[in-house]
């Protein structure tokens, strides 16, 4: 069955860095576009940020642009987020996505309900 499964989250002091990985299986993972969503307590999930099927196209929410980055490694079947200068409102549960998109798109898409499968999430609590 397909599988995502994150990692690397943890407790981080105000302004420090974390790296969030997710490593996918049972899927053919280069056929989809990936993204990162994230949940605080009391609020609904909301996209992070995205990347294309080959990761030449990256696209991000307003609230992480410059401190977060996305990437992946077809090769190896994960898909990264660097988090830099983090703050305490991103405090919150990670989840990595994979979107099935058909050939002829390829661009990040933002809408939860557009991706097919889901990893199980990871916490990231950043302290002040």
């Known amino acids: 069955q397909v599988q995502l499964v994150e990692s690397g989250g943890g407790l981080v002091q105000d302004g420090g860095s974390l790296r969030l990985s997710c490593a996918a299986s049972?899927?053919?993972?280069?056929?989809?576009?990936m993204g990162w969503f994230r949940q605080a307590p009391g609020k609904e999930r909301v996209f992070v940020a995205g990347?294309?099927?080959?990761?030449?196209?990256?696209y991000y929410a307003d609230s992480v642009k410059g401190r977060l980055t996305i990437s992946r490694d077809n090769a190896k079947n994960t898909v990264d987020l660097q988090m830099d200068s983090l703050k305490p409102e991103d405090t919150a549960v990670y989840y990595c996505?994979?979107?099935?998109?058909?050939?002829?798109?390829?661009?990040?898409?933002?809408?939860?309900?557009?991706?097919?499968?889901w990893g199980q999430g990871t916490q990231v609590t950043v302290s002040s």
């Open positions: 049972g899927l053919a993972f280069s056929r989809y576009t």
């Open positions: 996505a994979a979107d099935y998109q058909p050939y002829y798109r390829n661009t990040p898409r933002t809408a939860e309900n557009e991706y097919d499968y």
């Open positions: 990347i294309s099927r080959s990761g030449g196209s990256t």
